[in-house]
């Protein structure tokens, strides 16, 4: 396989075409479908949300599907249905759009939770259950979805254990004045997603998938992931903190950063720069904290000022001595 992190810059100029200004997001979008997650993107209507997830799609090769959630959408309308079929005389089943390696969720929050519930089994189990039988989905399996984070008549908040299962939480934002005008230029004649072409294929993809779990995580800095987990569910200012799965998901998002910057193994900086994407939407505000406008990121923010950054060491060998150490054995001298 090609070098990884040639590839990855290869995806991420291609979808720059489409998403101007955003590399950011771009980036920790790639980060999520190699650590083989789900995002959800929360951000107001018109900003490239769905575009995001098209030019995705587009640049790996895998195929898209997109699931408009509205309230009178079905669970059988997101995984499928078995029908009958009179000239066999047995029963096929025939998938819904959940069966897709790119899938769009388009405003999940309109949806009820019955619906919405359907999704769990897919994006943890990675499979779909209609009529007892199990239907694996395609590899690789990633869900995009979107919510609106102003407009709340009409709508159901997704359950904590629902935004659990997302790896990351992004916010795209409003483009720069100058990015707005590159955007209007870009579209004068056709959209440029029209004309996106493959940079990579499916096949490609999973050898990425795979090589981010080779990537070295020192004990010291697996240590500091779960130090800073374990912080918020300790802060006074949280009803409910991060669960394991919020500390796995930010050692899989660190190896993924590590390989695209193209190193293989895990800095702290990786830790504290994913530290809010990957723990943000798993913390719960307690209602007192709430009321005086304290934020998860204002949390994540105070607990990493807080938990010591571990030691540069060699891989394998003893931490490098920091200040403190070195005047203590000064001191026993």
Known sequence: MEDPRIIAERIIANVEKVIIGKEAEVRLT???????????????????????????????????????????????DVSGVSIFNQKTRDFEFRPGPIVAQVVLADEINRATPK?????????????????GVTHPMPEPFMVLATQNPIEYEGTF?????????????????????TDEVLIMEGQQRQHPIDSLERVTDSNELLSMQRAVKDIYVDPLIKQYIVTIVDATRKNASVY????????????????????????????????????????GHRIIVSPASRVKNVTAKEIVDQVLERTPVPGARARGGAPAPTDATRTTSQQSR
């Open 115 to 131: 619906t919405q519930s359907s999704l769990l089994e897919a994006m943890e189990e990675r499979q779909v259950t209609v009529d």
């Open 240 to 279: 409910l903190g991060a669960s394991p799965r919020g500390s796995l998901a930010l050692y899989r998002t660190c190896q993924a950063r590590a390989m695209l910057d193209g190193r293989d193994f895990v800095l702290p900086d990786d830790v504290k720069e994913l530290a809010y994407a990957t723990l």
């Open 30 to 76: 790639l980060i999520a479908l190699l650590c083989q997650g789900h995002v959800l993107i929360e951000d107001v209507p018109g900003v490239g949300k769905t575009i995001l997830a098209r030019s995705i799609a587009v640049s790996t090769g895998c195929n898209f599907r997109r699931i408009q959630f509205t309230p009178d959408l079905l669970p059988s």
């Open 157 to 177: 908040p997704l359950p904590e254990a629902q935004l659990d299962r997302f790896l990351l939480r992004i916010h795209l934002g409003y483009p720069s004045m």
